[in-house]
């Protein structure tokens, strides 16, 4: 049995579930969510507990039955908490700021990069950092991600020198560069 499909779900006190077959409604005070799942998936609310149940050993079911639990987890944790990627900027005249909504980010080009944030996320730049740090806020697990993938992609961190966006928790082999001559 799947150890992380079998596991409960504590469900906070300030967080509603809605369950309706395989589609889940998850209300907190950061937000709402929906998905909607397979309908192999048994989903039950026992206890203020969450559960996911499958209905064989298969392995189909066994990998939806893990799945399932994870993503619905995140969707109780996002409500509740919200989730939060940071990235850092390296690099001489490197730097982002905020402006409205909108993430500027001054990175070596003859143009500055824009980048708009999807519905539920908030870009922040501490001032402490002097633009060299990015937080990317929201409930969505996979979208908080997925921006900062886009973000990290419009200057990927190079081998020689680090310069670049790289996640905060990313660590970057460096190269030696060309030797000199004998």
Do not use: C, W
Not at 50 to 79: C, I, Q, S, W
Not at 124 to 136: L, M, N
Request: glycine fraction near 10%.
């Amino acid at each position: 049995m799947s150890r992380i499909g079998k596991k409960p779900i504590a469900v906070p006190a300030k967080v509603e579930i809605n369950v309706d077959k395989t589609d889940v409604m998850v209300k907190g005070p950061k937000g709402q969510l929906s998905a909607t799942f397979h309908p192999d998936m048994v989903l039950k609310i026992e206890d203020g507990k969450l559960l996911v149940e499958r209905p064989t050993d298969e392995r189909h079911h066994r990998a939806l039955h893990g799945l399932t639990r994870a993503l619905l987890a995140n969707m109780v944790a996002g409500v509740s908490d919200g989730f939060r990627r940071t990235l850092q900027i390296e690099g001489v005249g490197y730097r982002a700021e905020v402006q409205g909504k909108n993430l500027v980010m001054k990175l070596g080009y003859s143009h500055d990069v824009v980048m708009e944030p999807p519905d539920g996320i908030t870009f922040t730049v501490p001032q402490e950092s002097r633009g060299t740090v990015i937080h990317i806020d929201g409930i969505d697990k996979q979208t908080v991600g997925q921006v900062a993938a886009n973000i990290r992609s419009k200057r990927p961190p190079e081998p020689y020198l680090g310069k670049g966006i790289r996640y905060s928790d990313e660590v970057i082999r460096r190269k030696a560069g060309k030797a000199g001559k004998k």
